[in-house]
């Protein structure tokens, strides 16, 4: 006669706590790398918003500004062609300029904040024999969680002046 077994063999439990401690073990790693994952598609997808927002803003203005009336140069404590000044066809005088890691719009005297991801910000004239056209080349960056930083550098967008 044969005795029906019941329960779990030796084998079976230990086979189980093997499983159980190697999910255990990898989870941590995992909502790590997912966490990280999440962070930098937001810092990324943020990067991008302020980027464009920031360059569509500086060609609608640029685009209206008066030819011979701009002037490319810096803040004393900012880096080289960081700001642009000039006066637009509406007769308002205009500013973009980097204030650490801030971009600032001043129009007439009164002054607001664009983007506050900015890393660096240049102006300059690409050609010499047409002041016309105005590159912007900005870099922008976020911090997203011990010291690390999501860094995106938009390449040189040229403008025309239309005026």
């Given at each position: 006669?044969?005795?029906a077994?019941?329960?779990?063999?030796?084998?079976?439990?230990?086979?189980?706590v093997?499983?159980?401690?190697?999910?255990?073990?990898?989870?941590?790693?995992?909502m790590?790398?997912?966490?990280?994952?999440?962070?930098?598609?937001?810092?990324?997808?943020?990067?991008?918003?302020?980027?464009?927002?920031?360059?569509?803003?500086i060609?609608r203005?640029?685009?209206?500004?008066?030819?011979?009336?701009?002037?490319?140069?810096?803040?004393?404590?900012?880096?080289?062609y960081?700001?642009?000044?000039?006066?637009?066809?509406?007769?308002?005088?205009?500013?973009?300029?980097?204030?650490?890691?801030?971009?600032?719009?001043?129009?007439?005297?009164?002054?607001?904040?664009?983007?506050?991801?900015?890393?660096?910000?240049?102006?300059?004239?690409?050609?010499?024999?047409?002041?016309?056209?105005?590159?912007v080349?900005?870099?922008?960056?976020?911090?997203?969680?011990?010291?690390r930083?999501?860094?995106?550098?938009?390449?040189?967008?040229?403008?025309?002046?239309?005026?």
């Amino acid at each position: 006669m044969m005795r029906a077994s019941r329960g779990y063999t030796l084998t079976e439990l230990m086979m189980v706590v093997g499983i159980v401690g190697i999910v255990a073990s990898t989870g941590p790693t995992l909502m790590t790398k997912l966490e990280d994952f999440y962070l930098m598609s937001t810092a990324r997808s943020e990067i991008q918003r302020d980027a464009r927002a920031s360059l569509d803003t500086i060609n609608r203005y640029l685009r209206q500004a008066v030819n011979g009336t701009i002037v490319i140069d810096a803040d004393s404590s900012q880096g080289p062609y960081s700001r642009i000044r000039f006066k637009h066809v509406d007769g308002r005088y205009m500013e973009f300029r980097q204030s650490g890691n801030q971009l600032i719009q001043v129009i007439d005297s009164n002054s607001s904040v664009i983007s506050k991801n900015l890393t660096y910000i240049a102006f300059s004239f690409p050609r010499t024999d047409d002041p016309t056209i105005i590159s912007v080349s900005l870099t922008m960056s976020k911090a997203i969680q011990l010291s690390r930083t999501k860094v995106l550098e938009l390449t040189i967008e040229k403008v025309r002046v239309m005026n």
